[in-house]
Structure formats: C-alpha cells, structure tokens
C-alpha cells in the first residue's frame, strides 16, 4: 500500500469512527421510541397479543453497550430516558411519553 493510499486511510478512520459512535448514540432515541409505541399501542387494543419479538431483541443486543451503561449511572439513564422521550415527542407528537414502560433499559 502506498503511503499516500495509507494517510488517507487513517485520515478517513480518524473522522469515520468518531462520527458513526456518535451516530450510534444518537440512533437509539428513535428505535427506542418507536419500539415503546408500537409496544404501547398494540397493548391497548382489545385482544391483543402482541409482542415485538426478535427484533426488539435483536435491536436490545445492539444497544447493550448503552443499556449497560446507564443502568450503571443513573446520570446517564436519566439521559437516555428525556432522549428517547424527546424523540418520541418529535416522532409521535400526538401522545404521551412512554419510558416508564422499561424498553431497552
């Protein structure tokens, strides 16, 4: 590999990585938001039995590290919850917040 093939390499990893984490963190507020709300709207309905299934597991796989976190430090958590609540709000804006449900965390 060439060096100049290699500066531009680190060069686009110095920027990439820093934005996708960012990016990653930031995602979790609408996935979470609309998980509650199908969650929450599908409960409601008489005879429902719903459930999310694997995918909701899946996206709880995929947020672990987050989840983790802030059941570590309840600064974090409580972070997270106006997030994902703000999300919602922006999403959803004709009901009510829903983590006091649980979600991901």
């Known amino acids: ?5 290699r500066s531009m390499l680190l060069r686009f990893a110095y920027y ?3 934005f996708l984490l960012v990016i990653y963190v930031l995602s979790i507020g609408p996935v979470e938001a609309i998980f509650l709300h199908l969650f929450y709207v599908h409960t409601q309905e008489p005879g429902s039995n719903v459930t999310l299934g694997s995918i909701y ?3 709880g796989s995929f947020y672990f590290p987050l989840t983790w976190a802030a059941n570590k430090n309840q600064f ?4 997270l919850k106006r997030y994902i609540n703000l ?8 009901t009510h917040d829903y983590c006091s449900f649980g979600g991901f965390f």
Request: net charge negative; proline share 9%; hydrophobic share 45%.
């Open 76 to 79: 974090i958590n409580e972070m």
């Open 87 to 94: 999300c919602h709000r922006l999403i959803f804006p004709d």
């Open 16 to 18: 990439a990585i820093p």
């Open 1 to 5: 590999m060439s060096e100049n093939k």
């Open 57 to 59: 597991v899946e996206a």
